[in-house]
């Protein structure tokens, strides 16, 4: 069965610092890669998603993850935060023909003004 | 931009009672999700629904749990007799029926649910 990590659970950091968020994946088929955000109070949105092609995706907000094959792995990276970019971040993993996401355990970032 | 909305926002429920989970999927959405986080955990896979049938369902999926489209608008998740591990946020997702390869899920903001 697909599982999905992340391994930092909480990254604090202070504006204008660059981040990079881990996501590793299990499955070695082919895979469909997301990041979502989850602001307070609100929904699930979706940051960015990796189908096929350019192994560098770029999302909303300057956002970009990359996806390296050979390591399982789709970090999301910003070269600079935002206090507003202060979420919770879920990567998530569709793998072979099924349709279903399945989660990490997401980080919560925390960015100080 | 069009969202996915969720009704009711919590609740609270008595232990075996039964519970209704309302949510109103993109209009122009045909693929529709359940998926559930209980505090503390990731977020889990229940359920998909495509056509009027259920397409995939996790293991947590069982009896007790059913989904409907009762009209062109609502897909609802019902839990006959809920236990206290049903305590959970309850999000709904929706995505456009197309290749695979193409399909991006759009979550509302979620349902929790309290089991007393």
């Known amino acids: 069965a697909q599982s999905v990590s992340q391994h930092n659970h909480h990254v604090i950091l202070s504006e204008a610092a660059s981040l990079e968020l881990g996501c590793n994946y299990s499955y070695g088929g082919t895979v469909n890669l997301f990041w979502y955000v989850q602001y307070p109070g609100q929904h699930l949105q979706l940051l960015l998603k990796y189908f096929s092609g350019d192994p560098l995706v770029k999302g909303i907000k300057g956002f970009e993850a990359e996806f390296i094959k050979s390591k399982f792995s789709f970090n999301l990276r910003k070269p600079s935060v935002q206090w507003s970019d202060t979420a919770e971040y879920f990567c998530?993993?569709?793998?072979?023909?099924?349709?279903?996401?399945?989660f990490g355990s997401g980080t919560q970032l925390t960015v100080l003004p | 931009e069009p969202e996915v909305t969720q009704t009711p926002s919590h609740q609270v429920t008595q232990m075996g009672q039964e519970v209704i989970l309302r949510c109103v999927p993109i209009s122009n959405h045909l693929y529709f999700y359940w998926y559930r986080q209980i505090l503390g955990q990731k977020v889990e896979f229940l359920v998909s629904?495509?056509?009027?049938?259920?397409?995939?369902k996790s293991e947590i999926f069982d009896d007790q749990f059913s989904v409907e489209r009762p009209d062109g608008s609502n897909f609802t998740l019902k839990i006959r007799s809920t236990k206290l591990e049903d305590s959970a946020m309850y999000f709904c997702?929706?995505?456009?029926?197309?290749?695979?390869?193409?399909?991006?899920?759009?979550f509302g903001p979620g349902t929790r649910l309290t089991v007393l």
């Open positions: 629904f495509y056509n009027n049938e259920i397409s995939e």
């Open positions: 998530a993993v569709r793998s072979g023909s099924a349709r279903q996401l399945t």
């Open positions: 997702a929706s995505s456009v029926i197309a290749g695979r390869r193409t399909d991006t899920q759009y």
